[in-house]
């Protein structure tokens, strides 16, 4: 006997309690952002570059000239963040979204390939204004009560735990991951350090695996399920090879201004002390796509664009929040499809 559809009565009757709490979560984001200052923006989600992050997987499309000419290859974008921030260029201070994005080959019980980014900003802004905006958005987000996830409860309503990345290696697999790293400047640093703590830990690696693979090898099998137990945790100071958009740190050019947020094992949030520096950003783009030319056998288009903007941007911060877990986590739900109003495939 096939499952009812997502549409049924009482398949839909099921998942009212997490879509009822979600709506109400929703709600009081946006109230908490307008209280706050901040203006609520919509960008397109057709753009000539989706995202230039090596692995994500973005859906392609093209645009139809209505008069005849040529088609213009466009993709879905897996974040708004360029258009975000070429607001911030053109002068917007405080903005938020809740957008609509897309990455092509994601599912499971924490992805859709179609989901829900909250992204907002400040401009000027530091990382530590966007912690603080987090602390208050999550309490906001659970209206007094707990977040919850694979049986764990963990409380809303007081500030996250600030842990760096060096010192998580160092609680969770006993070295310092900086002291690994020779030169801080190389955007692919020697893996062979690293992956001598790793065989030591009994984690196994390819002679192919890069810096990154084997940090990911580690960081999941040894330090991620432990984050965000007790209290949500602020995981920031990440190395400068994984910085992506992320300005270097004034005050140590081994990490960047970057943090992740955490809860009870879940990934939820990604945040940046934004880099401005148009030929750094242009550096790191090159270089990513050439990687994901090798690893996948395709590459994005640089926005140059967005590149323009750069110079634009005063110095100012950034996350991007993922909706739908943060549904999750609310609500109790096990699965994003039960916090979903519609799934991408009728089959779901």
């Not at 499952?3 to 709490?21: C, E, G, N």
């Not at 307008?34 to 203006?39: D, L, M, S």
């Not at 609680?171 to 640093?189: E, M």
Request: net charge negative; hydrophobic share 40%.
């Amino acid at each position: 006997m096939s499952p009812q559809p997502w549409w049924h009565p009482d398949a839909l009757a099921a998942r009212r309690p997490f879509l009822q709490r979600r709506a109400e979560m929703e709600a009081a984001i946006k109230g908490w952002f307008a209280k706050a200052g901040f203006i609520e923006v919509a960008t397109p989600a057709l753009q000539l570059s989706p995202g230039n992050e090596t692995h994500l997987k973005a859906f392609p499309t093209r645009l139809t000239d209505p008069f005849g000419g040529p088609d213009s290859p466009l993709h879905l974008h897996t974040s708004p963040e360029f258009a975000m921030k070429k607001l911030l260029a053109g002068g917007m201070q405080r903005i938020h979204q809740m957008a609509r994005v897309f990455r092509d080959g994601e599912a499971g019980p924490l992805h859709s390939p179609e989901f829900t980014m909250l992204e907002w900003y400040r401009a000027p802004g530091t990382l530590a204004e966007i912690m603080a905006d987090t602390d208050a958005l999550l309490a906001a987000a659970a209206d007094g009560g707990p977040l919850s996830w694979q049986g764990h409860q963990v409380p809303a309503d007081g500030p996250a735990e600030r842990l760096s990345v060096d010192d998580a290696f160092q609680r969770h697999c006993g070295f310092s991951l900086l002291d690994t790293i020779a030169d801080p400047f190389n955007p692919d640093p020697d893996p062979t350090p690293l992956a001598d703590h790793a065989a030591s830990l009994g984690i196994e690696c390819a002679p192919t695996d890069r810096f990154e693979d084997i940090f990911f090898r580690l960081f999941l099998a040894r330090i991620e399920p432990h984050l965000g137990r007790q209290r949500p945790t602020f995981l920031h100071a990440y190395p400068a090879a994984l910085g992506a958009l992320a300005r270097r740190d004034p005050t140590d050019p081994r990490v960047v201004e970057r943090f992740e947020v955490y809860v009870a094992g879940m990934e939820l949030a990604n945040a940046f002390g934004e880099l401005t520096d148009p030929a750094e950003q242009r550096q790191r783009f090159e270089h990513d796509m050439a990687l994901k030319e090798k690893l996948y056998g395709t590459r994005y288009p640089i926005d140059e664009d967005f590149l323009a903007a750069l110079p634009h941007l005063p110095d100012c911060a950034g996350i991007a929040l993922g909706i739908d877990r943060l549904a999750m986590l609310t609500s109790g739900a096990n699965h994003i499809h039960q916090v979903l109003w519609a799934p991408v495939t009728p089959q779901a």
